[in-house]
């Protein structure tokens, strides 16, 4: 109750009139065994709490009346203000300046403190702010990226679901027209070849929509760290040979050229895995690539116990800015505008990328050697213990 009546530097005056006049006058109650040294130390005491708890200002009254009640009650002739002796003025003198330099130094350290603890609560508010500046930005980044990511997933449905089932159910319609009627023995307009390629056509693009299901599925167990790799030890010879068998129907166009060094170590990797991300890369080269060009694939010993395997083609190659981003989910090279080139559901690179990682390797891309055309280089650790580190040297 007192407080709230009483501002704070009125209150720090009364303290220090109190706390000197208490001291006193238990020095007082001593007596004889109390000298002069001693009541100077226990005043001075007094003082440096008075500045350390108030401030300077009542600090420095607590100096002033410290000074006079060590002289009137102290120092002989004591009950008087008179000094007797020049070394009690010495003394007197002494201890004001002590006083009041100890009280101001005490003063100042609390000032700087309290500047100091006001600087970092500050700092502490600016970086909370910066902090939900963050979060904020990030949220909205995430926002703008999970809308882009709806848009290119609708983009990638609507034309990769629609688009084979357009052609099997054309392909159903034509087919069930074609029917005879009962009792009816002519042959069918379309004929047996008719008949015949309306069925691949079905066959086709359910395999399409099969492979496009299969490849979601595959992104979101790599998303959700759920890919389990059947690791053994397997030959990268054998691996390339089954995954350039593979993608036979999507390369019948182009050139396969296959190189490999001399006394390539076995890895230790999911071979199915594997196959599919050369596979994911032979399709990637044979669709940016013109008819008729070379497509290569290489395996070398790299250094630092890798083995690299390389596929190259010679297409129209990918500009620098778009390097890294072609491994994003659902984003295709043509999203540029060029409607020249092919498209696709832009998940095969994310998937090959997914599939590499898991295995403590590196993917990337880069000019072929040629300056047209690209290079794209999967590395992988000869010891599934010691992932790679990207450095990309």
């Known amino acids: 109750m007192w407080k709230s009546l009483i501002s704070k530097p009125r209150l720090g005056y009364i303290v220090a009139v109190v706390v000197i006049a208490a001291a006193t006058a238990v020095l007082r109650v001593f007596g004889g065994h109390v000298n002069p040294t001693t ?17 300077p200002k009542p600090a ?9 009640c060590f002289n ?3 120092l002989p002739p004591v009950g008087t203000f008179n000094v007797a002796e020049p070394e009690n003025w010495i003394a007197l003198l002494g201890f004001l300046v002590t006083a009041i330099t100890v009280g101001q130094l005490s003063a100042r350290a609390r000032l700087r403190a309290a500047e100091a603890d006001s600087a970092r609560r500050e700092v502490e508010r600016l970086y909370r702010e910066l902090q939900e500046s963050f979060e904020q930005a990030s949220q909205a980044k995430a926002i703008k990226q999970s809308e882009r990511l709806k848009s290119a997933l609708l983009d990638a449905v609507t ?3 629609r688009t084979p089932l357009t052609s099997i159910k054309a392909s159903v319609t034509t087919l069930l027209d074609d029917q005879p009627l009962p009792n009816d023995t002519q042959a069918t307009r379309l004929g047996v ?5 309306m069925l691949e056509v079905i066959d086709e693009e359910a395999d399409r929509l099969d492979r496009f299901i299969e490849g979601l599925m595959e992104l979101a167990r790599i998303e959700a760290g759920e890919l389990h790799l059947r690791r053994h030890q397997a030959s990268l010879n054998e691996i ?3 995954a350039i068998k593979r993608s036979e129907p999507r390369t019948r166009f182009h050139h396969i050229e296959l190189k490999l060094d001399d006394e390539l170590p076995s890895v230790n990797v999911d071979e199915r895995a594997l196959v599919e991300v050369i596979y994911v890369l032979l399709d990637n080269a044979a669709k940016y690539s013109p008819a008729g ?3 290569t694939v290489s395996a070398t010993n790299g250094k630092n116990r890798e083995v690299r395997l390389v596929v190259e083609d010679h297409g129209p190659g990918i500009s620098s800015e778009l390097r890294q981003r072609v491994f994003t989910k659902f984003f295709r090279a043509t999203d540029d505008g060029d409607k020249g080139k092919p498209s696709g559901t832009g998940m095969g690179l994310a998937i090959a990328q997914g599939i590499v990682e898991a295995h403590g390797g590196l993917i990337w891309n880069e000019d072929a050697a040629t300056g047209r055309g690209t290079r794209f280089i999967v590395s992988l650790p000869t010891d599934p213990d010691r992932p790679l580190v990207d450095e990309k040297s």
């Open 39 to 55: 009541a100077a130390l226990a005043l001075l005491l007094i003082v440096l709490f008075v500045a350390t708890a108030w401030g």
């Open 60 to 68: 420095i009254l607590a100096s002033l009346l410290g000074v006079a």
């Open 72 to 74: 009137f009650f102290f």
């Open 159 to 161: 034309h990769d679901l």
């Open 193 to 197: 070849e008719g008949r015949q390629e």
């Open 240 to 242: 390339l040979s089954a």
């Open 293 to 295: 060009s070379l497509i």
